[in-house]
Each structure stands twice: as structure tokens, then as C-alpha cells.
DNA sequence: AATTTATCTAAGCAATCGCTTAGTTTTGTG
DNA sequence: CACAAAACTAAGCGATTGCTTAGATAAATT
């Protein structure tokens, strides 16, 4: 009936993710998206309505990037040690060759405002949550711990989370290693 | 032999710096300084020479406002519960009203591309340093402890205390309180 | 083959970016 | 008071922002 399109949405939006990634919500402009996605910006705009759409796509097709690791930590089965790994995961899945992004989200979440972006900030804390409750059920395989207790554990290690993904950029490997060894040597 | 400055340099910074905290680098314009400062553009750039220039000078009022908290530290002469109370202090100082800022070097890190602003990133890395050197001299006072051990510990604490700067924006008090009380508990 | 319709390219929209320049006002000095 | 110099205001510079529109192109249906 009509024409086909000559990409592939889901293949584009990768390439716009790394981009976020890489440079961030604000400073990625759409002119950096067009030449990334290899699309004009009618065909973007055709496809995601805006900035801001690509974006939550972005953020979508990031989900599923980083469930490799979260599928390996959910199969692990063996408790904190299992969450261990998982941080020295991400390292590895945060790096592209010399370069430390971070965690995309944890870049949004320091980047973007609530009251600008209300919409991306509740997908970005959606997602934080759902590590958090990973979390979770990961410490109650280790039994004997008190429920409440695990909620602040699982807190805790959020934040160690959270700030390796910023540590990542300001400290070097040694450093990044140390910070996980004690925080697992504390528990 | 000439006219007055009719603005003092360190109070139109004071509010800049207000300005960059809320909002980030990139997301702050000239034309948003320039209300907020109550200066013309001409005379910001003829004080600051540039953007970049305003926000170096931003970034060394920022360090000489938490120096309360930092002195406090210094005094404080309780080595591990001194550093506690610091998180605390921490989480005070950098919320205004119910708006929760993070720390502007944590920020400003995770915002500024290393390659964009070498000279900025240079400054925010010496910064972090400048904290992490003070959890190992107030670690020494509770003797005992290996120095190895202790450049891993301020390692880890530096990492905790970025945590915060981003958990602040995401999560409640009692989550923020957990965080902390765990980090201690632990040590 | 003719028609329809979605997708493409490319030009252009107003608004804003960081920064500069031209020209007026204020001040201290001879 | 006349002059010089710094600080002021305001207009405007080219470049870039997110986004839209006009018109050419390609493919499926009749």
C-alpha cells in the first residue's frame, strides 16, 4: 500500500542509546542523534514523536541490555556472593574500551529534574527499584536475616551502586576494587 | 579615575553557584545567570572572562561554603563516628527546603565530559581527593588500624558519600538513614 | 500501468545558545 | 569644570536548539 521503512526501529534506538549514554540527556542534541541513528529527523520524529521520545525508548532498550547481568544475578542462587558479582559486572558492562559512562540511569536521574521531565524521572526511579527489589530477593536466599533488615541492606547496597557508577569516572581500577571488596568483606 | 563596580564579585557568584547547583552545567544559561547574578551579561563576562570561568569560581565558593561541615570534621577528632556525623552534616547542607541538590561536585562529575572541560574535571577530581584525604586522617585516629587498610576504607566511605549525593534525589529520609546507619553498623 | 499512501530528503521555522560590540553613564583626577 | 577611564545598558552577532513543512520518491493495490 505504501512505502517501507528503511530501518529498523529497534536498531536505531540502540545507537541513539549509546549516545545518551555516552554524552547525556541535554548535551546529546538532535542534529548528533540524526547522524548516530543514520535516519532524518523527520523519520525520527515520525518514529518517536520527540526528544524526549527517543529517550524512553532508549531507557526501554537499556532494560534490556543490563538484563544479561540482572538474568545472571537472579540464576546465581547463592545470595550476597551473587551480588558481589554483580557489581563487578556492571564495571564491566558500564565500560566501552577506556571510556567509563556510568550507569545510564544514574546519569539521568543526577542529570534530568523532576519537575522538567516528570514522566523520564518515575521511568528512571521505576528502574532503580526494580534493582533494589533484586536486591531483595537475592539477600532473602541467604535465610536467618530479618526482613527488615534486609530492606535496609538492600538500600545500602543500592547506594553502593549508585555511587560506583559515579566513582567509576573519578577513581581508577584499583580504587574501584577496594570499594567493593570492603563493602563485601563489611557484610 | 574611573567608575565603580556597582556588584560585589563574591555575592553574584554566591547566587551563580546557587544557580549551577539547581541546575546543572549545560542547563544553565547566560541569559538565566544574568537574572539570577542581577548583572548584565557584559559585566559577567568582563568578571569571569566565561560560563566556564563563572563556574570555576562557583566551584571554589562551593568549597569554601562546606568547609563548615569539613572543619567540623577536622575538629571533631572521633575518627569513624566524626565521618558518620559528616554524612549526616552532609544531607543537611546540601538540601534547600524540600529540593534535594546533591552535591554540586558530584553533580558537576558525572555531568562534565573529561574531554569537553579538561580544566573543570581537573579541579572536581582534586576536590574529591581533598574529601577522601580527610576520611584518612580522621581514620588514623582510631589507631590500630593498617594504613593499607585504611586507603581502602576512605576509598569505600568517598564512594558511600557519592552514593548519597544521587540516593538523596531518588530516595526517602528513612531510606537515606538506613544507608548510612548500615555503612556504620558495618565498619 | 495508474493510483494511493507512507517514507524519504532538505530546507526552514522561531527561539535560544554563548559571546561581543557600540554607545551611554558614572566616577575620580588634573 | 573638563577630561579620561572603567562600568553600565542594550542591541545584535553567527551558530545551534527542538521541531515542522513542502515536495520528491518508492512500493503495494486496483
Redesign the interface.
Known sequence: MARKKQYNEEEVIKKAMGLFWR??Y??TSVRMLEKEMGINQFSIYSSFKNKQGVFLESIKFYKTEINTIKEKLKNSNNGITGIKQYFYDFLEFSKEGNLRK?CLV??S???I??EDEPEVMLE??KF?NEIRDLFVSNLKQDDQLENTFI???A??L??????????S???NKT?LE??I???FT??
Not at 159 to 167: F, R, V, W
Open positions: 554524552n547525556g541535554e548535551a556510568g544514574t546519569n536521574v543526577n542529570e529534574k523532576d528512571l526511579k532503580a530492606e535496609k541492606q538500600d545500602y543500592m547506594n553502593t551502586l549508585l555511587g560506583l557508577s559515579i566513582a569516572k573519578v577513581f580504587q577496594n570499594i571488596e570492603v563493602t563489611n557484610m
